[in-house]
């Protein structure tokens, strides 16, 4: 039997908090392994990284979710006892209803009431001074996001419930008020989609059969027995509020085009290169940090021995950066992707494995598909300049955003449709 190498750190807990996103990925160099194990909060873990870890993480012959999530990561990000939790039939009920939404007319859907929003609200920037992109694409994405699932929202709340979703992703890695902050606006959220719930059940309510609102609403466990209100509303908003978090993406995408306006032709000329410059957002800027499981039997990898409920985390963040996948991977290169064979391992931003059977985010395409749009619509829907900012992020905050949120001026629309 193998030894997994050892941080030597007799618990990470603070070096997770002051090192942030490359956590592993220091400590995979510096150990020269790409297993290694640490104290986490008391208990032992393992850390993985690189393609093949990726691949036995995402095999459930080996790993299951129930345990492995914090309780305040779920008070915050995602809902108490959510799909993200949930292993065997239990998950594949839940993940089949998010995967029903998932069809190209449904996303089609969406697609059209996004450009909607982005020209309504390239009108409205018009009439300002300057404008936070951040802020903005959170209330875009929000109001159409909530028209998709169908959720009523109105126009005076839509700029304060955008702000609720944001927050709840901004918690995920926060403690003190960050935490409290998240946990606030889920509180708020769940709430009022539990409200909701209740009136379609009750039928005070109607919504298009089929609808995300529709669909939670009637799901049931894998007894079918029909999920309470509560938790009903939780997987609704776990639609709404991935939708608004893709604000982080586009606010990446504009700092990407303002660096690189090299980019901005060859994005004109080439539909294809969009979905090049979109992955290549995808892949350097961080987001998710790491995913952790919890060993669902004793087993030996590469001759190392993984006990039965050890927490493991795989890497997220160290993998988009690991030149032994990414040649040059700090460069900012879309192109990359025109060669770069894409297996479910080794490009992982929002997951790997399988959508249908493994926990790989029901969100993937859409994400994809709205990050093309925003990024053709902030390149030749709109003109406007960027005055002097502070662009940087912060790799030690989890979630992270340019400081500035992207500040535009003079935005004037082109007419041309997002
Ligand atoms: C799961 C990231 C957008 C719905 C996940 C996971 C990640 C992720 C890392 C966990 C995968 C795992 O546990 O193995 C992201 C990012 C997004 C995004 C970075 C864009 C900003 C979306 C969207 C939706 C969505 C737009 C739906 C409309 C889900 C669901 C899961 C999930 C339902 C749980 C899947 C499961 O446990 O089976 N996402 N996501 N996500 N995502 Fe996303």
């Given at each position: 039997m193998q030894t997994i190498p050892r941080d030597p750190s007799l618990d990470s807990t603070l070096d997770v908090v002051r090192e942030g996103f490359p956590f592993i990925w220091n400590r995979v160099r510096n150990l020269h392994s790409d297993i290694f194990q640490i104290r986490l909060m008391g208990q032992r873990a393992i850390c993985l990284h690189g393609p093949e870890a990726a691949e036995l993480f995402y095999d459930p012959a080996y790993f299951v979710r129930t345990g492995a999530v914090p309780r305040r990561v779920q008070t915050t990000l995602m809902g108490l006892d959510a799909v993200q939790t949930h292993d065997g039939a239990e998950h594949r009920c839940r993940k089949d209803a998010f995967m029903a939404l998932m069809t190209p007319q449904s996303r089609g859907r969406l697609m059209r009431l996004l450009a909607r929003e982005w020209q309504a609200a390239a009108e409205y920037w018009a009439?300002?001074?300057?404008?936070?992109l951040f802020d903005e694409a959170q209330e875009v994405l929000c109001r159409a996001a909530c028209a998709w699932a169908g959720v009523p929202l109105p126009d005076e709340d839509a700029r304060r419930r955008a702000r609720d979703f944001g927050l709840m992703v901004d918690a995920f890695g926060g403690a003190g008020p960050r935490h409290w902050r998240g946990k606030r606006a889920r509180t708020r959220t769940e709430d009022w989609m539990e409200g909701l719930i209740k009136q379609i059940r009750k039928g005070r309510l109607e919504v298009a059969a089929g609808s995300p609102a529709d669909v939670m609403a009637g799901l049931g466990d894998a007894d079918g027995e029909l999920l309470s209100a509560r938790m009903a509303a939780i997987e609704l908003i776990n639609v709404v509020r991935p939708i608004v978090a893709i604000a982080t993406y586009i606010t990446f995408a504009a700092v990407a085009l303002h660096e690189y306006p090299a980019y901005k032709g060859l994005l004109r000329a080439d539909e294809e290169y969009t979905e090049y410059f979109v992955q290549e957002v995808r892949r350097d800027f961080p987001f998710a940090p790491f995913l952790g499981a919890r060993v669902r039997q004793d087993f030996t990898w590469r001759g190392c021995r993984f006990d039965k409920g050890t927490l493991v985390l795989l890497d997220v963040y160290g993998l988009n950066h690991d030149p032994r996948v990414w040649p040059e991977p700090n460069v900012f290169w879309?192109?990359?992707?025109?060669?770069q064979a894409i297996s479910p391992y080794n490009f992982i931003p929002q997951g790997g494995g399988y959508y249908d059977t493994g926990h790989r985010c029901a969100g993937e395409w859409i994400t994809i598909e709205t990050l093309k749009q925003a990024v053709t619509f902030l390149n030749t829907g709109i003109r406007y300049e960027v005055p002097a900012q502070d662009l940087r992020y912060d790799l030690t905050r989890m979630p992270t955003l340019p400081a500035s949120g992207f500040v535009m001026r003079q935005v004037r629309p082109t007419g041309q449709p997002a």
């Amino acid at each position: 039997m193998q030894t997994i190498p050892r941080d030597p750190s007799l618990d990470s807990t603070l070096d997770v908090v002051r090192e942030g996103f490359p956590f592993i990925w220091n400590r995979v160099r510096n150990l020269h392994s790409d297993i290694f194990q640490i104290r986490l909060m008391g208990q032992r873990a393992i850390c993985l990284h690189g393609p093949e870890a990726a691949e036995l993480f995402y095999d459930p012959a080996y790993f299951v979710r129930t345990g492995a999530v914090p309780r305040r990561v779920q008070t915050t990000l995602m809902g108490l006892d959510a799909v993200q939790t949930h292993d065997g039939a239990e998950h594949r009920c839940r993940k089949d209803a998010f995967m029903a939404l998932m069809t190209p007319q449904s996303r089609g859907r969406l697609m059209r009431l996004l450009a909607r929003e982005w020209q309504a609200a390239a009108e409205y920037w018009a009439g300002q001074e300057e404008i936070v992109l951040f802020d903005e694409a959170q209330e875009v994405l929000c109001r159409a996001a909530c028209a998709w699932a169908g959720v009523p929202l109105p126009d005076e709340d839509a700029r304060r419930r955008a702000r609720d979703f944001g927050l709840m992703v901004d918690a995920f890695g926060g403690a003190g008020p960050r935490h409290w902050r998240g946990k606030r606006a889920r509180t708020r959220t769940e709430d009022w989609m539990e409200g909701l719930i209740k009136q379609i059940r009750k039928g005070r309510l109607e919504v298009a059969a089929g609808s995300p609102a529709d669909v939670m609403a009637g799901l049931g466990d894998a007894d079918g027995e029909l999920l309470s209100a509560r938790m009903a509303a939780i997987e609704l908003i776990n639609v709404v509020r991935p939708i608004v978090a893709i604000a982080t993406y586009i606010t990446f995408a504009a700092v990407a085009l303002h660096e690189y306006p090299a980019y901005k032709g060859l994005l004109r000329a080439d539909e294809e290169y969009t979905e090049y410059f979109v992955q290549e957002v995808r892949r350097d800027f961080p987001f998710a940090p790491f995913l952790g499981a919890r060993v669902r039997q004793d087993f030996t990898w590469r001759g190392c021995r993984f006990d039965k409920g050890t927490l493991v985390l795989l890497d997220v963040y160290g993998l988009n950066h690991d030149p032994r996948v990414w040649p040059e991977p700090n460069v900012f290169w879309p192109d990359r992707f025109r060669h770069q064979a894409i297996s479910p391992y080794n490009f992982i931003p929002q997951g790997g494995g399988y959508y249908d059977t493994g926990h790989r985010c029901a969100g993937e395409w859409i994400t994809i598909e709205t990050l093309k749009q925003a990024v053709t619509f902030l390149n030749t829907g709109i003109r406007y300049e960027v005055p002097a900012q502070d662009l940087r992020y912060d790799l030690t905050r989890m979630p992270t955003l340019p400081a500035s949120g992207f500040v535009m001026r003079q935005v004037r629309p082109t007419g041309q449709p997002a």
